[in-house]
């Protein structure tokens, strides 16, 4: 049997193929097993089933090799945010976005009313209003692009000011993923996943990670995990690693769709704003540019009609699905404010557009036949 390679040297198409799989032996399998185990012998490392598990820790593995740190894996994306939440004391200063995704201000408004964090609400995209609620803070919570609007966020300069200034910062890395950056590369503490969208890709699961590269943060989360409980399904952390293996293929796919999509959408008369940073015409095309490898998949797009039209727009779609989530290999949309948690920056108007890896000139007929069933004009 060969010697195991360094998976760091690889490129990331090479890690997502490569990682996570158990050591090589003569008719070892190249996949690690569902371990259905709530407990084991005593003596070992792990103990019990809340503590540890072979599949999480294969799925762990290969997201460190992408994020460049140690991974810990949990039942959601939200999960995993309020472990992060849970380290602060009780009445620390926090700031984060006003403009980012929903469920992370609903949750963070919840804990500044119960008075468990002080929050600093800004507009990440705004880089000096973000520096500028820096000081007294002790955690600095980001997310790039933001969701739904698909604002980038000056993540080389805002990170580079928080641990001036002796903060934790932490890093939703969702939509750009770690094909197109690395927010312990640029210096952040922690990276976050919803590992239910691109990471695992097909709509089937619910799961959220965290990497970090300081070993005693690794510790006060695993302990978080450990006695908070949220803790994945070995299923589901099986599923999401093989979803992991064409992750890179599948982002570069849906990007590239993305990319023409937002160029037809832009010259369409009935599209009042196209918001995706891939565009030259985007107001964040440079920073985007001067940081990121790519521009994602997710497009948000302004439509010259009312909600009612963009209801029935949104469900008159035949291969676009109408509901929510994103980075799944199927394309989906929705009218964002149909949630009442959504923030009020976003406009009425707005499509969030999750594009998969269906044919393009299929999506593009698609939308055309979906805006004239609206009668969008
Ligand atoms: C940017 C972002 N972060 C976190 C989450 C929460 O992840 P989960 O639904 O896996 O709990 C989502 C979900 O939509 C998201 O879009």
């Known amino acids: 049997m060969s010697e195991p390679m360094d998976l760091e040297k690889l490129a990331t198409e090479s890690k997502v193929v490569a990682a996570g799989r158990p050591a090589k032996q003569p008719d070892g399998a190249l996949n690690p097993p569902i371990a259905l185990n709530s407990t084991f012998h005593e003596g070992g490392p792990v103990g ?130 770690p094909l197109l950056q690395n927010p312990l590369a640029l210096g952040a503490d922690i990276s976050i996943h919803s590992v239910t969208k691109y990471l695992s890709g097909h709509s089937d699961l619910i799961l959220g990670s965290l990497t970090t590269n300081d070993q005693a943060l690794y510790g006060r989360l695993e302990q978080s995990r450990r006695y908070g409980g949220a803790i994945a399904g070995p299923f589901e952390a099986w599923i999401a690693l093989r979803g992991l293996r064409t992750f890179a293929i599948r982002m570069q796919r849906s990007q590239e769709n993305a990319m023409e999509l937002a160029n037809r959408l832009s010259k369409d008369s009935r599209i009042s704003k196209v918001r995706y940073p891939g565009l030259p015409t985007d107001s964040y095309h440079g920073l985007a540019k001067s940081f990121m490898k790519g521009f994602g998949a997710m497009i948000s797009f302004d439509v010259n009609a009312s909600v009612e039209q963009l209801d029935l727009m949104c469900n008159s779609s035949k291969l676009i699905t109408n509901a929510t989530s994103l980075g799944g290999v199927e394309s989906i949309w929705e009218r964002r404010r149909r949630w009442a948690t959504e923030s009020a920056t976003v406009p009425e108007n707005l499509i969030r557009f999750s594009v998969g890896i269906e044919n393009v000139d299929d999506l593009w007929a698609d939308i055309q036949q979906a805006l004239n069933v609206a009668k969008i004009k």
């Open 48 to 177: 019990y089933g809340r503590y540890g598990n072979e599949t999480w820790s294969a799925l762990e593995e290969a997201i460190s090799v992408l994020e460049g740190g140690k991974t810990l894996l949990f039942s959601s994306g939200m999960a995993a945010i309020s472990a992060v939440f849970s380290l602060l004391p009780e009445g620390a200063v926090i700031v984060a976005a006003n403009n980012g995704y929903q469920g992370t201000t609903t949750l963070l408004k919840k804990l500044h009313e119960s008075e468990k964090l002080k929050v600093r609400f800004v507009n990440l995209a705004n880089t000096d209003e973000c520096i500028a609620a820096i000081p007294g803070a002790q955690m600095l919570y980001l997310e790039s692009p933001l969701n739904p609007l698909l604002e980038v966020v000056d993540l080389p300069k805002i990170i580079a000011a928080g641990k001036a200034a002796g903060c934790g910062v932490a890093v939703d890395n969702t939509l750009a993923t």
